[in-house]
């Protein structure tokens, strides 16, 4: 199942390339875990959510407050339902223009062709200072 799952969550990177958000939300049970590691009150996407609208809310307020300069999965494993995700982005904050450059690991959970869960691992730190005032 894993090479399954590996080649859904690259079509999800594809359709986030596309700016197709419809795909991505498609591709999750309806109580989808969707979890930034980081704490809300250091950037406003941060933390956990639950459910598609929150994920449709999630990609909204991604758009409103981000432009993203370079996002490129490099790396790709998966290990019974879960795919790992590894990569590099720099996203350019619209209120200040700073920026944040920083690797990441994306973990997917997936059970019958469906995203169940999404966890992000990155340098929360350079988000927090990109997005201050």
């Given at each position: 199942?894993?090479?399954?799952?590996?080649?859904?969550?690259?079509?999800?990177?594809?359709?986030?390339?596309?700016?197709?958000?419809?795909?991505?939300?498609?591709?999750?049970?309806?109580?989808?875990?969707?979890?930034?590691?980081?704490?809300?009150?250091?950037?406003p996407l941060f933390g956990a959510r639950k459910?598609?609208?929150?994920?449709?809310?999630?990609?909204?307020?991604?758009?409103?407050?981000q432009e993203s300069i370079a996002f490129t999965?490099?790396?790709?494993?998966?290990?019974?339902?879960?795919?790992?995700?590894?990569?590099?982005?720099?996203?350019?904050?619209?209120?200040?223009?700073?920026?944040?450059?920083?690797?990441?690991?994306?973990?997917?959970?997936?059970?019958?062709?469906?995203?169940?869960?999404?966890?992000?691992?990155?340098?929360?730190?350079?988000?927090?200072?990109?997005?201050?005032?």
């Amino acid at each position: 199942m894993s090479s399954a799952n590996i080649t859904l969550v690259q079509s999800l990177y594809a359709a986030f390339g596309r700016g197709d958000v419809a795909t991505i939300v498609a591709a999750m049970t309806p109580d989808v875990d969707w979890i930034l590691t980081g704490r809300r009150e250091d950037h406003p996407l941060f933390g956990a959510r639950k459910g598609v609208a929150k994920v449709e809310e999630f990609f909204k307020t991604l758009a409103e407050l981000q432009e993203s300069i370079a996002f490129t999965p490099k790396e790709f494993y998966g290990s019974d339902d879960r795919v790992f995700a590894l990569g590099h982005y720099i996203w350019k904050i619209r209120k200040n223009g700073r920026q944040a450059d920083s690797d990441w690991c994306h973990v997917f959970t997936v059970k019958g062709g469906k995203v169940t869960k999404f966890q992000e691992f990155t340098d929360t730190a350079q988000f927090a200072a990109a997005i201050k005032s």
